[in-house]
């Protein structure tokens, strides 16, 4: 089956710094992967839509110069979440669609972001 | 604007037993997908089935079952024979390939507890 790879699972930061997450598709390419938000006990946030090749269509209320994205290539996305704050301390998840296929989106295990 | 509805917070079943989880959803196509999601504790989304619209034959993937009802816009989930693996977050989501929002909605999901 297809299988998305995201990192690290779990990391700690200081306030005021950036951290980088990836999300990779490992046997197969994918056009376009989404990340996700989730606080405990609630369903997943859309945050953006990341297309390769092409800027990320970011949802209502987030903040593109908080959350970069980048998908520079078919299996590779990345979120970096810049000058963090402990408001920003969540579950992130991504989702990887395979291009040209009309098939749902596999998933990342996710990552714990603290920030202490 | 799609939306999924799941009204049910959380459900508690006896092992062995059998459950029914609700999910509505709201959309002017015709043509879209559905998917019941599982998150355990782990968090990884799993994937427990999915429904094309067109198909008027309720999917069903060994003690899982769904049905699907188009014209009332309802798609519940069955879990037949509950294990206790089957504890975890239920998610509810809506997907109109293609479309506008070629991304999944989530509903709020439903927490499933499995009593020994």
């Known amino acids: 089956g297809a299988v998305v790879s995201q990192h690290p699972s779990w990391v700690i930061c200081k306030s005021g710094t950036s951290v980088k997450i990836e999300c990779r598709s490992l046997?197969?390419?994918?056009?376009?992967m989404f990340w996700y938000r989730q606080f405990p006990k609630q369903s997943l946030m859309l945050m953006a839509t990341?297309?390769?090749?092409?800027?990320?269509?970011?949802e209502q209320g987030v903040e593109k110069d908080k959350f970069l994205i980048n998908h520079a290539s078919l299996t590779l996305s990345t979120l970096t979440v810049t000058s963090a704050h402990p408001e920003d301390s969540s579950f992130y998840i991504c989702s990887a669609r395979p291009s040209h296929a009309n098939t749902e989106a596999f998933f990342g295990q996710g990552t714990r972001l603290t920030v202490v | 604007a799609q939306t999924v509805t799941q009204s049910q917070p959380e459900m508690s079943v006896q092992e062995a037993e059998t459950v029914t989880l609700s999910c509505t959803y709201d959309?002017?196509?015709?043509?879209?997908?559905l998917f019941w999601y599982k998150q355990p504790p782990s968090r990884q989304m799993i994937l427990v089935i999915r429904?094309?619209?067109?198909?008027?034959q309720n999917a069903t993937e060994n003690r899982f079952s769904v049905n699907f009802q188009k014209a009332a816009k309802s798609f519940s989930l069955k879990i037949s024979d509950s294990q206790l693996g089957d504890a975890a977050m239920y998610f509810c989501?809506?997907?109109?390939?293609?479309?506008?929002?070629?991304?999944?909605?989530f509903g709020t999901g439903t927490l499933l507890a499995v009593q020994p």
């Open positions: 046997d197969f390419q994918a056009t376009t």
């Open positions: 989501a809506y997907l109109n390939y293609g479309g506008a929002t070629n991304k999944l909605i």
């Open positions: 959309t002017s196509e015709s043509d879209y997908y």
């Open positions: 429904q094309e619209a067109y198909k008027q």
């Open positions: 990341s297309n390769e090749g092409s800027k990320a269509t970011y």
